[in-house]
């Protein structure tokens, strides 16, 4: 059995893009927002939503994921207010950031407890603020890490990408594809 970890209605349409023998459980948890080493923050917050529904179904298989977008030496999680929002997308115009999914998958009864990162880079054009401002019309940009979908109206940001676009999205489908083919769970 699998469980998908999350509440992001774009994980679990990514994942039915593979299989359609999967459960959703939320995993309730805090993720972590801060450490040493950010960039590792997607992986283990992966990890940590993996490891607590596994607690409550020892014999599943979980899939836990994590995205974040990287800026700088900064981390921009999902926007607050749509001035942050605005603030997000203005700091990414004109730019490359990278696109940083962590996966993994958990089954305590077969001592299971794999994670990985998955790196993509996407650049936008400049964006002035009317083109901020439209792209905030047409998107929900509060429940995205970096204030974008890179899967609605890119046109918009002028988004290009180098890497798996799925993991843009949230679920980097290529390894999972291969690692869930592993335990015959495809």
Same mark, same amino acid.
């Given at each position: 059995?699998?469980?998908?970890?999350?509440?992001?209605?774009?994980?679990? !349409?990514?994942?039915?893009?593979?299989? =359609?023998?999967?459960? !959703?459980?939320?995993?309730?948890?805090?993720?972590?927002?801060?450490?040493? +080493?950010?960039?590792?923050? #997607?992986?283990?917050? %992966?990890?940590?939503? *993996?490891?607590?529904?596994?607690?409550?179904?020892?014999?599943?298989? !979980?899939?836990?994921?994590?995205?974040?977008?990287? *800026?700088?030496?900064?981390?921009? =999680?999902?926007? +607050?207010?749509?001035? +942050?929002?605005? +603030?997000?997308?203005?700091?990414?115009?004109?730019?490359?950031?990278?696109? $940083?999914?962590?996966? *993994?998958?958990?089954?305590?009864?077969?001592?299971?407890?794999? %994670?990985?990162?998955?790196?993509?880079?996407?650049?936008?054009?400049?964006?002035?603020?009317?083109?901020?401002?439209?792209?905030?019309?047409?998107?929900?940009?509060?429940?995205? *890490?970096?204030?974008?979908? $890179?899967?609605?109206? #890119?046109?918009?940001?002028?988004? !290009?990408?180098?890497?798996?676009?799925?993991? $843009?999205?949230?679920?980097?489908?290529?390894?999972?594809?291969?690692?869930?083919?592993?335990?015959?769970?495809?």
């Amino acid at each position: 059995m699998l469980i998908l970890a999350s509440e992001s209605p774009r994980r679990k !349409v990514l994942l039915e893009k593979i299989t =359609g023998r999967f459960s !959703v459980v939320p995993a309730g948890v805090d993720e972590l927002e801060s450490g040493n +080493e950010p960039e590792k923050l #997607p992986q283990m917050n %992966a990890l940590l939503k *993996a490891q607590a529904v596994s607690e409550r179904f020892p014999e599943a298989f !979980v899939l836990g994921a994590d995205t974040a977008v990287f *800026a700088g030496t900064g981390m921009l =999680g999902k926007p +607050e207010s749509p001035e +942050e929002a605005a +603030e997000m997308l203005e700091l990414l115009g004109g730019r490359s950031h990278k696109v $940083i999914s962590g996966t *993994a998958l958990v089954c305590r009864s077969q001592g299971v407890c794999r %994670a990985w990162s998955t790196v993509s880079k996407v650049t936008f054009k400049p964006l002035t603020r009317d083109e901020i401002a439209e792209y905030m019309k047409q998107v929900n940009v509060l429940d995205k *890490a970096g204030a974008y979908a $890179i899967q609605e109206y #890119p046109e918009l940001l002028g988004a !290009v990408w180098e890497g798996e676009l799925e993991n $843009i999205i949230g679920l980097p489908l290529l390894r999972l594809t291969e690692i869930l083919r592993e335990y015959d769970l495809l």
